[in-house]
């Protein structure tokens, strides 16, 4: 059974920065994992995605330049930099899954797997 656990959510002024942690367990075959969030009322959007095997990344542009996705394949754990967070990143940041990408990298139902979410409150 594949477990994602995230970590490292909080609260920060903007200008600031936070690392967001997610390991994964039960699975060796997880080779796309991705980040991401949800603002109150508003739909789920890819935030940044990477391939575990070739360490390929993709961005959306509104975080181009500030984030920075990363992956420890020993310990199964990807990593979401955030610098120069702005208010408008405020959200619960989920880390996602899957063995392949049968869909684009930035819509939800191309993950399988999900964490349970943490939150990222940026305030001005």
């Known amino acids: 059974q594949v477990q994602l656990v995230e970590s490292g959510g909080g609260s920060v002024q903007a200008g600031g920065s936070l690392r967001l942690s997610c390991t994964a367990s039960g699975d060796n075959y997880l080779f796309y994992r991705a980040w991401f969030r949800q603002p109150p009322g508003k739909e789920r959007e890819g935030v940044a995605a990477i391939n575990t095997g070739l360490g390929g990344a993709y961005y959306d542009d509104s975080v181009k330049g500030r984030f920075t996705i990363s992956r420890d394949n020993a310990k199964k754990t990807v990593y979401l930099q955030m610098n120069n967070l702005k208010p408008e990143d405020s959200a619960m940041y989920y880390c996602?899954?899957?063995?392949?990408?049968?869909?684009?990298?930035?819509?939800?139902?191309?993950?399988?797997?999900w964490g349970q979410g943490t939150q990222v409150t940026v305030s001005s």
């Open positions: 996602a899954a899957a063995s392949s990408l049968r869909d684009s990298w930035w819509l939800p139902q191309t993950f399988g797997y």
